[in-house]
T-cell receptor, first 112, second 117 residues
């Protein structure tokens, strides 16, 4: 699985958009980009994933650059409950078990 | 609601005393994973089961074992816990195979925090 690089921490004002970047310059053509988040003392929670097209769901949007070497997770209106560690993971889907290798993640702090 | 359940949420054991952590799921997923997460670190995969097939990560110590008696349950056995094994242990599940990346989404339980005295 390709390695990812994320900033260790970010702050965001409540109600504003939070844009979390991730670099995955060694991504392969069959690797997906997944985002999970982990709120303190809880298990990680799936947010969104994509291959090459931008994706949106009820939680967030995922923007993947055309060369697929980086992506941005967008939380459009951050709330205090979005304070968490956000993990960007790159892996091949439909391989044996689809296991995730977690990087260091970004600690997002949403401030009032 | 379908979910991944881990019991207990907090477990205290003594140095060297065997301990078993439990995970159950109502999702009917065929893959189950165990991760170890130490304080301020990312989760680290220990092993996973694809149905009954056990897959150990290369760097998982022999001290850690697992059992999966049926689809719904999976156990993590630590044969002789050391102080360095104190961590949060996360169980996760996923469905495989699937036609798209979404089928490999992992569902995580709340974790069991293990303290070794």
């Amino acid at each position: 699985d390709a390695k990812t690089t994320q900033p260790p921490s970010m702050d965001c004002a409540e109600g504003r958009a939070a844009n979390l970047p991730c670099n995955h310059s060694t991504i392969s053509g069959n690797e997906y980009v997944y985002w999970y988040r982990q709120i303190h003392s809880q298990g990680p929670q799936y947010i969104i994933h994509g291959l090459k097209n931008n994706e949106t769901n009820e939680m967030a949007s995922l923007i993947i650059t055309e060369d697929r070497k980086s992506s941005t997770l967008i939380l459009p209106h951050a709330t205090l409950r979005d304070t968490a560690v956000y993990y960007c993971i790159v892996r091949v889907a439909n391989t044996n078990a689809g296991k995730s290798t977690f990087g260091d993640g970004t600690t997002l702090t949403v401030k009032p | 609601d379908a979910m991944v359940i881990q019991n207990p949420r907090y477990q205290v054991t003594q140095f060297g005393k065997p301990v078993t952590l439990s995970c159950s799921q109502t999702l009917n997923h065929n893959v189950m994973y165990w991760y170890q997460q130490k304080s301020s670190q990312a989760p680290k995969l220990l092993f996973h089961y694809y149905d009954k097939d056990f897959n150990n990560e290369a760097d998982t110590p022999d001290n850690f074992q697992s059992r999966r008696p049926n689809t719904s349950f999976c156990f993590l056995d630590i044969r002789s816990p050391g102080l360095g094994d104190a961590a949060m242990y996360l169980c996760a599940t996923s469905a495989y195979p699937g036609p798209s990346g979404r089928d490999n989404e992992q569902f995580f339980g709340p974790g069991t925090r293990l303290t070794v005295l």
